[in-house]
């Protein structure tokens, strides 16, 4: 794809290798160039945006002076990596990113050997970048490993375990901080800048080795002249924590001053054992409106440069998301009930909770990527009185899953879960698709597990499940639902009870969850009977037992994976009561879906009305027993 700007070094470019033969003095402004570049690329495609342009400087420098791909480089999440893909020989097919069949939205080992690691959940680079360093270590290999990783990123228990193990093994491994979560204080500039590159030095290191050798022997002298650098670091600098961890510290640095950047990293890879390079860096540098509003160009869909981000002209009143549903319900319900608490790992807009935050922001929790962390805190809030709802993406607790169930399942505490992202998510691709919750909450006891099936259906789940003295979990989708009218006034629903939308013949489909209409849409061409079984746990029993009696085959539907998924028990209902029945079990297939649109990826696994159909069909066949699809 052509872009109307011109970038004469950027062309030349097509692997790091054609970085490296460039003179240094040209880096500067090849950083003008690719950023320039990635403005209008990701402006015509959308993308992750804000985080790209304030690694610019970085990625130039890292490629410029590592061997990549024999040295490693892990990125963590992948939301900063946008720069390392046009460097990498992908820059003509960037305008696809994240389209289906397109680039993939985060570093991914099969789509290029500089993808050294596939991300997609935050604050695993370290210990991928520790495992490869041991790799290298074990096998011979002198290939050096970095980790790359935000402010944010840092805020994970994982990221300190992974700090912990490299210091104590003296791993030769580089971790960079990249910190864009602050303005660059006073201790960044010149003066910060040359302490870094003396910190780095070969006379410094030497002289820090001698004096420790020299010392040892006299060990209070030793103990003293430790100590005294360590004050006289942590006067000027953050570092003493990670001088803790075993690493040696330096920054923090300009992450846009390149020379600087270049110097020091060129400086580090000369020494030995851990090391931590601590550079401050601004998102969406170079970008004025991303600069001013970071979160807003964070991810963005096409826009006009000249413009950037403008609202929308007034439309007609848009279906509000099943995340807008749940932000209103939790400010309602917590007018209501002073006990309700509210917590999210980092996720606020994304799950809806912004008005809560500026309404309620006593009762309000961000805990930061930390989301073992966040259902234990909810845990505890529990025991003593309060009422947490944890606002959580599907993708996300598969990392809290120890936490759900020791410390509120085995508890049998009633903490109410919002699981958002439910099913097919869409362009972050399989990382990020919530096709397992069903399958690993299913298994659990003493827990109630909610699936709407429209707008209204989830409002008043999440007042059901609030209202229980147990765990409880009501997961729904991105994006809206059927636009259905959603109801002021709450009320519990009869738990474990399933409603029939449809009264037809010879078949009954079972629906869970989000995918209601796909199931009546298929039941008008069928005449069958169509279930909005609502309670994925515990089962409609009952139900289930109408529907053998009275349909020659029943089909189970649901936006998780069938194995272990709410079709499973419905079979193992059955075989507990020995009923001998047709039931077939459709959902997610086994295989990972690729990434684009939550329409695409739904059309791939074949959770459409089409796809249904010939599910269908493939187990009667057209004028089968009882001629049941007959109609097709």
Not at 519 to 530: F, N, P, W
Not at 592 to 599: C, K, M, N, P, W
Request: aromatic share 6%; with cysteine; hydrophobic share 40%.
């Amino acid at each position: 794809m052509n872009y109307p700007i011109k970038t004469p070094l950027l062309d030349g470019i097509n692997s790091p290798a054609d970085l490296r033969k460039l003179p240094e003095s040209d880096l500067v402004s090849l950083a003008s160039e690719l950023r320039e570049f990635l403005l209008h690329s990701v402006s015509t495609s959308g993308g992750h945006f804000a985080a790209g342009l304030g690694t610019i400087e970085l990625t130039i420098a890292l490629h410029y002076i590592f061997n990549t791909p024999d040295d490693r480089l892990v990125w963590d999440v992948g939301h900063q990596a946008y720069p390392h893909k046009i460097l990498t020989g992908r820059k003509d097919r960037m305008h696809t990113i994240r389209q289906w069949q397109g680039l993939a939205p985060f570093p991914k080992r099969d789509e290029s050997e500089y993808d050294t690691f596939g991300v997609g959940h935050s604050s695993t680079s370290i210990s991928a970048a520790l495992g490869m360093a041991i790799a290298a270590q074990q096998t011979g290999s002198d290939r050096k490993a970095v980790a790359i990783i935000g402010d944010g990123g840092l805020t994970a228990g994982m990221a300190f375990e992974a700090l912990n193990h490299a210091g104590d093994i003296g791993a030769n491994l580089l971790v960079i901080l990249n910190d864009n979560n602050m303005s660059i204080s006073p201790n960044v500039g010149a003066l910060s800048n040359r302490f870094a590159q003396l910190l780095s030095g070969k006379i410094y290191t030497t002289m820090k080795k001698g004096s420790k050798k020299v010392l040892s022997k006299m060990p209070n002298v030793w103990e003293l002249a430790r100590r005294a650098e360590e004050h006289m670091k942590g006067l000027i600098m953050p570092g003493t924590l990670f001088e803790e961890f075993g690493f040696n510290y330096i920054g923090p640095i300009d992450g846009h001053d390149l020379p600087t950047l270049l110097t020091t990293i060129r400086n580090i890879n000369k020494l030995e054992g851990p090391q931590f390079l601590h550079i401050i860096t601004r998102k969406g540098k170079g970008y004025a409106p991303a600069e001013e509003d970071p979160v807003k160009y964070h991810g963005v869909t096409p826009f006009d440069p000249d413009k950037g981000i403008v609202p929308s002209p007034k439309k007609e009143p848009k279906k509000p998301t099943y995340s807008d549903v749940f932000g209103s319900w939790v400010c309602d319900m917590a007018a209501m009930d002073k006990r309700l608490v509210a917590i999210t790992p980092a996720m606020r807009e994304g799950s809806g909770l912004v008005r809560f935050e500026q309404e309620y922001p006593d009762r309000y929790f961000d805990v930061a990527i930390a989301e073992q962390h966040s259902v234990t805190v909810a845990a505890g809030m529990a025991c003593d009185g309060l009422k947490p709802v944890v606002a959580i993406y599907s993708t996300f607790l598969q990392r809290a899953y120890d936490q759900l169930v020791h410390d509120v399942v085995v508890q049998s505490l009633p903490v109410l879960f919002a699981i958002d992202r439910a099913g097919a998510v869409g362009a972050d691709g399989p990382t990020h698709n919530g096709s397992y919750d069903l399958s690993f909450m299913r298994c659990l006891p003493n827990i109630v597990i909610m699936a709407p099936a429209d707008e209204n259906e989830c409002r008043q789940m999440l007042y059901t499940g609030f209202r229980l003295d147990q765990p409880a979990a009501v997961r729904y989708p991105r994006g809206t639902g059927m636009g259905v009218e959603i109801q002021k006034e709450m009320m519990t629903l009869p738990v474990g009870k399933a409603v029939i939308r449809r009264q037809g013949k010879g078949i009954a489909i079972l629906s869970f969850g989000a995918l209601l209409q796909t199931a009546l849409d298929v039941a008008e061409e069928l005449d069958a009977t169509v279930v909005n079984m609502r309670f994925v746990k515990p089962l409609d029993e009952e139900m289930v037992l109408q529907l053998v009696s009275g349909h020659d085959l029943l089909v189970t539907l649901e936006d998780n994976v069938v194995q272990g998924g709410a079709g499973s028990g419905v079979n193992e209902f059955l075989a507990d009561r020995g009923i001998v029945h047709p039931v077939i079990n459709y959902g997610m297939p086994d295989r990972l879906l690729a990434h684009g649109s939550r329409e695409d990826m739904l059309k791939d696994a074949g959770l459409t009305k089409e796809g249904l159909l010939a599910f269908i069909q493939r187990h009667t066949g057209k004028g089968g027993a009882n001629k049941i699809v007959s109609s097709i």
